[in-house]
């Protein structure tokens, strides 16, 4: 019997070890997740200002109104946004943690944001370079 618990003990301690690491791990590949799906707006509004003159300010709503793609990636782990500059030439895309997907906690890299020129931007308490790597 005391070596079941003795067992159990150990088990006990490695699981409160592994399962933070673990869990940062799956946040941290998740972000793959906003990268795809921004370069997927990125190039979506690419193909709509060679067609239109202008960049797109909708990421849902159908062409010429927008652009055509879901509102979320691709997993519903992030929401997609764009604010558009007034001239229609530059713009900042979005992708935020949505309230149902495990990355609303990850505090280190939160939001993610690439411009019209393609400078990829975050927000949380990491750097640019470990957060879009």
Do not use: K
């Not at 949380?124 to 957060?131: E, I, K, N």
């Amino acid at each position: 019997m005391l070596e079941m618990l003795i067992a159990l003990a150990v088990v006990g301690i490695l699981a409160a070890i592994a399962l933070p690491a673990y869990q940062r791990h799956v946040q941290r590949v998740n972000r793959g997740e906003a990268m795809v799906a921004l370069y997927g707006v990125l190039a979506a509004q690419e193909r709509f200002h060679l067609r239109h003159g202008a960049y797109a300010a909708d990421v849902t709503a159908a062409p010429p109104a927008g652009l055509g793609i879901g509102g979320t990636s691709e997993g519903r782990r992030y929401s997609l946004a764009i604010s558009l500059s007034g001239d229609g030439q530059s713009f900042i895309a979005t992708a935020t943690p949505t309230r149902e997907g495990s990355q609303a906690s990850d505090d280190t890299c939160l939001a993610f944001s690439v411009d019209h020129r393609g400078r990829r931007a975050i927000s949380g308490s990491g750097d640019v370079a470990s957060c879009w790597r």
